[in-house]
């Protein structure tokens, strides 16, 4: 490799000699530096730390452009518009080989870029970061700075951008973010960004529901989330109305539509409401013929008892399975003050089930968190007192929940329910969902039950004021009943 100097050629270590010329570097000590000593602990080492002082020379480096030796044309595709930077071959090759390429087959001391406006408008902060290690932005500018860490090779930088799209999901603009996200994931097939936006997306619906993102949803990542069971969200009915808004407002193609519609489960919202719908619905009674037959199904499931229904019906299908409603008739919320202080229970009622047969029908659960807690086997029951329970903590358990019904049921045969507890703490200043916890049907607890979380810590970002804010939903689940007849 070699550096270019008025058009011409140069050594690499002259080149270097240039760029250390041009840092300042000079014998003697470093005015206005500051030192950091730090005692090792081998041998009577001290280490005098100037790295803030180079990076700061660095920067002045790049900002006054001592020493330079390429410019860098940046062009913004289909405009007039040009930004010139002048720069150092050193520093560009060696932080990116795609650099080192360009610069390796160029003879000239200047060298023109070309790049989408997204890009040239951030290409400054780029090229800075090669220099400094360190970057500023904004949310609108992680795509672009995204595509010019991956299209040159930037990789420290690119990986430190999708940790920050991951990590900054709740945060607030104007016209939301995680959609644009997402879509872009698709583009470059980054899954891990991808599956944390959509998960972000299905977690915190009924906030998306309600902000301008949920107008820009695309038809493929709509369709993606109405196939969806861990969606969090009021009530199905709630999802029906916001469906009919954005088919409103996007008019996608009628296949589109007819998808969408096939998707959501009629059978979870009342048979009072199904009603409604057909009569007052201007999208249920445009496409009424293409949901004919699944308006027919949930009927029918409203009317009949479950096992009934199952003799005759397929009960596994989407159309029978609830997804995380916040409503009271699923569910309830629970904070806890003070989580590590002792072991707390409260009670709550959902509705035996979905179906109009059950709609009458309540079971009652108790819920048990404990913030240290013992093995099922050595588990001692309920206390007497309200609100709390006979101690069963040690100090090496962790943080633990269960959820079983007050009392057994004849109602309750060929029935399973899953239990599923909501974590919602405050990510950049907001409410968010921050964990969902599944219990499998045929256990009371979850065994990973905030295994991460330091409830310890006054700070933990699992807690909001000191407290833990939960939500418990039951779901019934109908999968287990007799197998229907074909």
């Known amino acids: 490799m070699a550096c270019t100097s008025e058009g011409r050629r140069m050594p690499t ?11 300042g570097f000079h014998t003697g000590a470093v005015g206005g530096a500051i030192l950091r000593l730090e005692n090792g602990q081998e041998n009577g080492f001290t280490t005098l730390n100037h790295s803030m002082t180079l990076l700061q020379r660095m920067e002045s480096l790049l900002m006054q452009a001592n020493g330079s030796d390429v410019t860098l044309r940046v062009k913004t595709i289909n405009t007039d518009e040009v930004k010139v930077i002048q720069a150092h071959t050193l520093v560009l090759t060696l932080q990116s080989d795609v650099f080192e390429d360009m610069l390796d087959n160029h003879n000239s001391s200047v060298l023109v870029l070309r790049e989408p ?16 290690g360190d970057i500023s932005l904004r949310l609108d500018q992680a795509i672009p700075l995204h595509k010019l860490a991956s299209k040159y090779h930037v990789w420290s930088l690119q990986q430190g951008l999708t940790r920050y799209m991951t990590q900054h999901l709740s945060s607030d603009s104007p016209t939301g973010h995680v959609v644009g996200w997402y879509q872009y994931a698709l583009q470059i097939n980054d899954v891990s960004l991808r599956d944390s936006c959509l998960r972000y997306l299905s977690w915190n619906l009924s906030s998306v529901l309600q902000s301008k993102e949920w107008a820009s949803i695309s038809d493929e990542l709509l369709l993606s989330l109405l196939q969806r069971s ?31 519609l096939r998707s959501i489960r009629y059978g979870m919202i009342p048979p009072q409401h199904l009603f409604r719908m057909q009569k007052q619905s201007t999208l249920m009674i445009k496409y009424y013929e293409s949901i004919r037959d699944l308006l027919f199904l949930a009927f029918q499931f409203h009317a009949a008892s479950p096992i009934q229904l199952a003799k005759y019906f397929d009960v596994n299908c989407s159309i029978f399975t609830p997804r ?23 009670s709550f009622q959902t509705q035996m089930g979905p179906s109009g047969h059950d709609s009458t029908k309540r079971v009652t659960w108790n819920a ?10 050595v588990r001692s029951g309920y206390s007497t007192e309200p609100n709390s329970m006979q101690s069963t ?38 409410m968010v969902v921050r964990h969902v916890y599944n219990f499998h049907q045929s256990t ?41 007849k074909k």
């Open 13 to 23: 270590p002259l080149c270097l000699i240039v760029l250390l010329v041009g840092l």
């Open 230 to 260: 861990d969606l969090i969200l009021q009530s199905e009915l709630v999802l029906y109305d916001a469906l009919e808004n954005w088919i409103e407002q996007n008019q996608p193609a009628s296949v589109t539509v007819e998808n969408a």
């Open 393 to 430: 903590r040690t100090e090496h358990g962790r943080p633990r929940i269960i959820v079983t019904p007050a009392t057994s049921s004849p109602d309750f045969a060929g029935v399973s329910f899953q239990k599923t507890v909501i974590v919602t703490a405050k990510q950049q200043g907001k």
């Open 368 to 377: 048990l968190f404990s913030p240290r807690w013992l093995p099922l086997s």
């Open 324 to 346: 995380n409603y916040l409503s009271q008739s699923w569910g309830a919320p629970w904070v806890i003050n003070n989580p590590t202080r002792d072991d707390r229970s409260f």
């Open 117 to 132: 406006q997204d890009c040239a408008a951030v290409f400054d902060k780029f090229i800075r970061y090669l220099y400094c």
């Open 444 to 484: 009371e607890e979850s065994g990973d039950f905030l295994e991460d979380a330091d409830l310890q810590r006054r700070g933990s970002e699992y807690l909001i004021d000191n407290s833990l804010f939960l939500h418990v939903i039951v779901k019934p689940l109908y999968h287990s009943l007799i197998v229907a």
